[in-house]
């Protein structure tokens, strides 16, 4: 007999299950299955089968639930990380309209003060020359500019204008070495000339080796170049050096302005030339 079963143990065991899935169907049908000794044994059996398929199930849905959330969460960052995006390029916008506005107010209300008529401009192009410090402004002769008119600021002085086209105005800074600005030292009302250094900054000239001149002494224009206002500042005295030799000393000067932050000016005319303020 345990011959014939190990021999044949796959049909035996088939048709094994065969009928007693067709009694549990049979006993099923009836409704009587947790009353058969063989379906309480099978539910016994299958119990553990039962609750590991029930706990696998509930875990796939888990992780399902879990991947949608996550998918939802990672769409949901990138929409906000796209709108933060969005609202710092608006906030950077709205903070270069506000600083503009802020200067374009500063040069208008400097303006008022002015005793000449003046107009403003934008800096559009510096020099391209090294031998040569300047700037280009986008208002030419079509708009009143013209040569030997000043370019300032609301904190000093920047150059003059030596040359124009219709729409715009070539600017020679008071840091070039060709520039000479006539200027009074504040304290004392002794006069000089200050004009550009190859080092870019600037040099007070003409000053006799008696004049009292202190390190942080202001200048400001004197008003007699015929191009520049009275009054608009100028530079500080950084530097004296009252040489052994010659008649002159040798005074550095810290410039008002620093031309290559300016990127809105005044263009004023000359005191000759005194009229109404235009745009």
Known sequence: ???????NQIPVSACFCLLLSLYILTVSARGQLTNEPVGVVLMWLLRPLQIAAQATSGWLIGIQENY???SGFKLENE????????LEVERQKLLEAEATHRKLQQLLDFRAQLPTKALTAS??????????QGCVLDKGSADGVHKDMAVVTPLGVVGKVVSTSTRSAKVIL????????????QRTRSRGIVSGSLENGLVLKY???SEDIQVGDRLITSGLDGVFPKGLMVGT????????????????????VQPSRVEAVLVVASGAENGPAQN
């Open 68 to 70: 949608l959330t996550m």
């Open 1 to 7: 007999m345990l011959a014939f079963l190990r021999k």
């Open 207 to 209: 000053m006799k080796r």
């Open 174 to 185: 008071l840091t070039d070495a060709n520039s000479g600005i006539d200027v009074l030292i």
């Open 123 to 132: 800096i559009i192009a510096d020099s391209a020359s090294s031998w040569f």
């Open 237 to 256: 005295v950084t530097k004296v050096n009252k040489q052994n030799l010659g008649l002159f000393q040798f005074v550095e000067v810290l410039p008002a």
């Open 79 to 86: 929409r906000l990380r796209k709108r933060i995006q969005t």
